[in-house]
T-cell receptor
């Protein structure tokens, strides 16, 4: 069954701290994996994309990793800001069928 | 500039009264998707269009219909909204359904309330 799991379900950190969010997937065939940020009441916005051959990719304070062998990805946020408070959704793209398989998201709250 | 635009942002409708949600895109993408997202849950795909080809998910209720009159516009029609249909409805587009760099671009969503 094609599934995406994320952990933790929710996370509270203080402003300025780092955190790491996890994503495990069983989606096949694998095309790519994206991390999206979804602010409350808004649509998801793409942060980064990982393809099969990529291990690490950075976008500002966001760094994503991918281990295609173990089917795991992580999103590391450095020096968190209050505006990082949002849900972070891991989405795996298949080559066909239901194209995008969504994880349940991790709800991040950054406190002052 | 917004590339996927959903209208309205907030919609209140009465139980059983038909409602239509609108989505337009300026990306000229081939694929348009409608997702339903309930609180603290992942978006759930209702259906998608690949050009004019309509693809319905097996578990999408018959109460939900969609129209795509042209490349730019796609509509979600809820024929008889029930209380359980209250949710955020997300429209998304992608250039193609597959491929290494395929990305889904999302609109801001329409928050539907059923009273």
């Amino acid at each position: 069954k094609n599934q995406v799991e994320q952990s933790p379900q929710s996370l509270i950190i203080l402003e300025g701290k780092n955190c790491t969010l996890q994503c495990n997937y069983t989606v096949s065939p694998f095309s790519n994996l994206r991390w999206y940020k979804q602010d409350t009441g808004r649509g998801p916005v793409s942060l980064t994309i990982m393809t099969f051959s990529e291990n690490t990719k950075s976008n500002g304070r966001y760094t994503a990793t991918l281990d295609a062998d173990t089917k795991q990805s992580s999103l590391h946020i450095t020096a968190s800001q209050l505006s990082d408070s949002a849900s972070y959704i891991c989405v795996v793209n298949r080559n066909y069928g239901q194209n995008f398989v969504f994880g349940p998201g991790t709800r991040l709250s950054v406190l002052p | 500039d917004a590339m996927v635009i959903q209208n309205p942002r907030y919609q209140v409708t009465q139980f059983g009264k038909p409602v239509t949600l609108s989505c337009s895109q300026t990306l000229n993408h081939n694929v348009m998707y409608w997702y339903q997202q309930k609180s603290s849950q992942a978006p759930k795909l209702l259906f998608h269009y690949y050009d004019k080809d309509f693809n319905n998910e097996a578990d999408t209720p018959d109460n939900f219909q969609s129209r795509r009159p042209n490349t730019s516009f796609c509509f979600l029609d809820i024929r008889s909204p029930g209380l359980g249909d209250a949710a955020m409805y997300l429209c998304a587009t992608s250039r193609d359904p597959g491929g290494r760099n395929t990305e889904a671009f999302f609109g801001q969503g329409t928050r539907l309330t059923v009273v």
